[in-house]
Nanobody
Framework: QVQLVESGGGLAQAGGSLRLSCAASGRTFSRLAMGWFRQAPGKEREFVATINWSGGNTYYADSVKGRFTISRDNAKNTVYLQMNSLKSEDTAVYYC??????????????????????WGQGTQVTVSS
């Protein structure tokens, strides 16, 4: 089992920045691919970004590419999402997710929700325009 706890959400102005953190426990963190998803009111949960085991490979949704950066610190068992140039449409609950599937350890990454085995409780991000 893996426990994921997000933090860092809050209120930001359009054009501003926030950094989300997700602390993992319960399993060797360096053998988990990590992802961030988000869900706005009345919408489906959608993929935001993912990172492989070592942190050397990342993949982003088109809507956040160039504005958000996913990173990880395996020594701290933590994955981050740096969000810059925030827009009102970034307002959502942000969820951290993890998969231990070895397919996603290296070059191959996934944006599919069903591929992620573990989920955090979410953190609210609100961007005011």
């Amino acid at each position: 089992q893996v426990q994921l706890v997000e933090s860092g959400g809050g209120l930001a102005q359009a054009g501003g920045s926030l950094r989300l953190s997700c602390a993992a426990s319960g399993r060797t963190f360096s053998r988990l691919a990590m992802g961030w998803f988000r869900q706005a009111p009345g919408k489906e949960r959608e993929f935001v970004a993912t990172i492989n085991w070592s942190g050397g490979n990342t993949y982003y949704a088109d809507s956040v590419k160039g504005r958000f950066t996913i990173s990880r610190d395996n020594a701290k068992n933590t994955v981050y999402l740096q969000m810059n140039s925030l827009k009102s449409e970034d307002t959502a609950v942000y969820y951290c997710a993890a998969t231990g599937n070895i397919r996603y350890s290296g070059v191959l990454l996934t944006s599919r929700r069903v591929e992620y085995d573990y989920w955090g409780q979410g953190t609210q991000v609100t961007v005011s325009s």
